[in-house]
């Protein structure tokens, strides 16, 4: 109890499950602008005028910014906007900055892809990224039911592999769930939303500070005392990546029954000093051990992104499925 008490001043504000409350904006955002002002804006990208941009509909908020769905006029080609008015709080302001500063330092095919970044005289940015046309795998958990084994299997493989080139570049994502993790029809997986990301300047630079979704947060980020205060703060992401495929198995968050809704104290102690959420029955035995290897309360203990890419689930022969 001692612990709990010297956290609750800490700010963790976002609460878990997500609900239909993240539909609402923080503050309010114009629509993309089509008038001539627009072309006072500058593009990070060659080519592409903010003045080109027609807006087609609002995709969500979230994370201090409004993200529209566009249409390049001269191309046709549809992207995703993301749109922050100059006169957000501080805190976004940074996350924003840290956003952009990563999306130009990553290119991976299992990132999400930035096309210009439009920084206006009035301080809106306004940053233009590739279009996920089947939303987050979160949408697709809502709109179609629990995930197969075989279904996970390329869904884990895709965010390792984008984790491994986030992790070689020394980039910590620290906020790895289902709605930041993108997708198309195809079933392409992209890692996305780098507002709480971390750029690493040396290899065990400390990383234990309250950002992030809390519900996804590792023991070791709650208590960091208890669990080593210089841990790899690379498995972090591993766990939030073990329990981000386990909800998509199970249909809800596994650390609370379906539809609970926890303050951040309750959710902490289950996740510090309660046992890692197990498989049911039915789960193979290569899941299982996956799972395990990502969930392994002792940071040191985990399995890296690279380790997990050759784990006998994800190498395992799609036929016997």
Known sequence: ?????????????????????????????????????AAAASAATAGISYADLENIKVLGHGNGGTVYKVRHKRTDKIYA????????DATVRRQVFREMEILRRTDSP?????????????????????????????TLLRRDGTFSESKLRNVASQILKGLNYLHSIKIIHRDIKPSNLLVDRKMSIKISDFGVSKIMCRTLDPCNS??????YMSPERFDPDSYGGNYNGYAGDIWSLGLTLLELYLGHFPFLQPGQRPDWATLMCAICFGDPPALPDGASEEFRGFIECCLQKESNKRWTASQLLNHPFLCKDQRSD
């Open 1 to 37: 109890m001692a612990v709990v008490r010297q956290r609750r001043q800490l700010n963790l504000r976002l609460p878990l499950p997500p609900d239909n409350s993240d539909l609402c904006p923080r503050f309010p955002l114009p629509l993309p602008p089509s008038s001539t002002t």
């Open 81 to 88: 906007l993301k749109v922050v008015h100059g006169d957000t």
């Open 110 to 138: 299992h990132t999400v892809k930035c096309h210009g970044i439009f920084e206006k005289p009035s301080g809106d940015i306004a940053i233009l990224m590739e279009y996920m046309d089947a939303g987050t795998l979160e």
């Open 210 to 215: 309250y950002v992030g979704t809390c519900a």
